[in-house]
């Protein structure tokens, strides 16, 4: 589950694929991804196999005012 919908991955997608499914770059500023309730560090991602029923929560920050 990617911010609450349902989607299919690949068996060895990570918490990188699953930021890409949510319509953010990995690699983008301001972009942070929890899996369950631990927010994980950006250099974590490629590396954080999911498994069936993870949940994955993407998440951009917005300034303003």
Same mark, same amino acid.
């Given at each position: 589950?990617?911010?609450?919908?349902?989607?299919?991955?690949?068996?060895?997608?990570?918490? *990188?694929? %699953?930021?890409?499914?949510?319509?953010?770059?990995?690699?983008?500023?301001? =972009?942070? !991804? $929890?899996? /369950?309730?631990?927010?994980?560090?950006?250099? *974590?991602? %490629?590396?954080?196999?999911?498994?069936?029923?993870?949940?994955?929560?993407? =998440?951009? !920050? $917005?300034? /303003?005012?």
């Amino acid at each position: 589950m990617i911010n609450g919908q349902v989607h299919e991955l690949e068996a060895s997608a990570t918490v *990188a694929d %699953a930021v890409r499914v949510a319509g953010a770059a990995p690699d983008e500023p301001g =972009v942070a !991804a $929890a899996l /369950g309730e631990e927010v994980l560090s950006r250099g *974590a991602w %490629a590396g954080t196999e999911l498994s069936d029923g993870d949940r994955v929560e993407v =998440v951009r !920050a $917005a300034a /303003g005012g």
